[in-house]
């Protein structure tokens, strides 16, 4: 019924008169499987995630510990904590600037542990680059490529430290982390391969992550983190109000670049 239905569909409208129809449709379509749903947390479906999924786990835990890998200015640390009180959060922010914000944002709150530094695989030093015109953006990114090409803009870089999970978690006797959540303009999967100890180990229940039209300057694909993660967790892309599980790796429906966030969640819980 599907291949009558594709090829009726393609007879009527297969045609270049139909490009903005057809565009229209498709752009429609993506945002109905969890792409481009970035106006706000609502929509995004990270507000319903941890309603439904953070929160109710933490009612099972004495101590919760989240990591906020790419706090910015600290708006998902507060949201964590408006629904988690009893929270333990580890930020993690290396601009200077943003840093400098983030600090002032959060400086009353005590379950807060707050690092300027990136997180990436290995500890060490890197450029951290902005827009030469907007220094301290949200969009601050260890390639240059993000300001150049994607966004056709000068840039400015600051030096910054960089450490990984691993050695975060080996240095503060961090058993576990329930929940890692990575926004680090295209780096995500450099976080995770930082985190291999904690991962291998099953000491990572849950794990969101970004994967946007930045992926094409940092040259990763989707299959990237499926070949990481598959194998321990469950995939799912984030909708508003709900979870969508990518139950097999295909090029076609998972190599989208664009803006969608996708949750890792153990297949022990």
């Not at 450099?190 to 099953?202: F, Q, R, T, W």
Request: glycine residues 6%; proline residues 2%; aromatic residues 14%.
């Amino acid at each position: 019924m599907l291949k009558l239905i594709f090829s009726i569909y393609r007879k009527l409208f297969a045609r270049g008169g139909f490009v903005k129809f057809n565009n229209f449709l498709f752009n429609c379509s993506i945002r109905g499987l969890g792409i481009y749903n970035y106006e706000n947390m609502e929509m995004s479906g990270e507000n319903a995630f941890i309603n439904n999924y953070i929160k109710k786990d933490s009612l099972k835990n004495n101590s919760y510990i989240v990591f906020d890998v790419g706090a910015n200015r600290g708006d998902y640390t507060k949201l964590i904590l408006e629904k988690i009180p009893d929270a333990q959060i580890f930020s993690f922010e290396p601009h200077p600037i943003t840093y400098k914000i983030l600090s002032q944002n959060l400086i009353k709150l005590k379950k807060v542990r707050l690092f300027n530094c990136a997180l990436s695989s290995e500890k060490g030093c890197l450029e951290l680059y902005d827009y030469k015109s907007q220094d301290g953006s949200s969009h601050a990114s260890l390639n240059a490529e993000v300001f150049t090409v994607a966004h056709n803009s000068e840039t400015v870089s600051h030096k910054v430290e960089v450490s990984t999970v691993d050695l975060i978690c080996e240095k503060n006797n961090i058993e576990k982390i329930d929940f890692l959540k990575i926004d680090v303009e295209g780096y995500e999967l450099d976080v995770l391969k930082g985190s291999k100890y904690m991962i291998d180990n099953d000491k990572v229940k849950f794990i969101q992550f970004e994967f946007t039209q930045l992926n094409t300057t940092t040259r990763l694909y989707f299959k990237d983190f499926w070949e990481l993660l598959a194998n321990k967790y469950k995939i799912y892309r984030l909708l508003p109000n709900d979870l969508l599980e990518i139950k097999n790796y295909s090029p076609t429906g998972n190599e989208i670049f664009g803006y969608q966030n996708f949750v890792a969640i153990h297949k022990g819980i």
